[in-house]
């Protein structure tokens, strides 16, 4: 059972996602939050696996509360799902940039929402149709102040690793990375999941993130 937390300031909003959620046989909803300070304590005494999370929120955003969800090792298994009327390129960037593992808007179909918790939950990347991967990778090119060199980040995964991960940068799933270099899904999973680990990548949105700053994968004419 998947445990789900809503955080947004309108109740008919929460009312309707949790009508939806709880529809389905293997999600549950185990609390709402109108405001991201609540988000924060209720994803913490609810113990939630995905947090849908709304932008605009009074006390805290969403963008700070999922901030702050992230950042906290008690809720290292915790994803954070961004849902908001505003599909904003800035939103976008700031939500991954906060640690989000997905960005949908609130026009999403039903069924496209049930999915993407069960996607975000099982450790994938997640951004709606108008948020492309154009879009979020011209916002992952700036460069960024880091403690840690680019180069000096990357020293820790092995050639395999660096391929691995430039592809699920490219958006490529598993399935059609181990089709592209003619391995198995497992194979494929078992090296993202080390690259990961070795990054200290929560999930696939921030391996695509490490990706960019890293200049591992570049745009066309950067």
Do not use: W
Not at 13 to 23: A, M, N, P
Not at 124 to 149: M, N, Q
């Amino acid at each position: 059972m998947i445990r789900v937390l809503l955080a947004d300031d309108q109740t008919l909003i929460r009312k309707g996602f949790r009508s939806l959620i709880e529809s389905a046989p293997d999600l549950l909803v185990v609390g709402e939050a109108e405001t991201g300070a609540q988000a924060v304590k209720l994803a913490r005494e609810t113990g939630a696996d995905v947090i849908l999370m709304d932008i605009r929120m009074p006390e805290m955003d969403g963008l700070a509360a999922t901030q702050e969800i992230t950042a906290d090792d008690a809720l290292a298994g915790a994803r954070v799902l961004v849902l908001t009327t505003f599909e904003i390129d800035e939103y976008v960037f700031r939500a991954l940039r906060a640690g989000a593992s997905g960005f949908l808007g609130k026009g999403v179909e039903p069924r496209d929402l049930l999915e993407a918790i069960r996607v975000v939950h099982a450790g994938e990347a997640l951004l709606s149709p108008k948020a492309t991967k154009g879009l979020i990778t011209r916002f992952l090119s700036r460069p960024v102040k880091a403690d840690t060199a680019p180069s000096e980040l990357l020293e820790v995964l092995t050639v395999r690793e660096r391929e691995m991960v430039a592809h699920v940068a490219t958006g490529l799933s598993n399935e059609e990375i181990a089709e592209e270099l003619c391995v198995s899904p497992y194979t494929v999973k078992t090296h993202v999941n080390r690259a990961m680990t070795k990054l200290g990548a929560r999930d696939r949105a921030q391996l695509v993130i490490t990706a960019y700053q890293t200049g591992l994968v570049r745009l066309p004419g950067a």
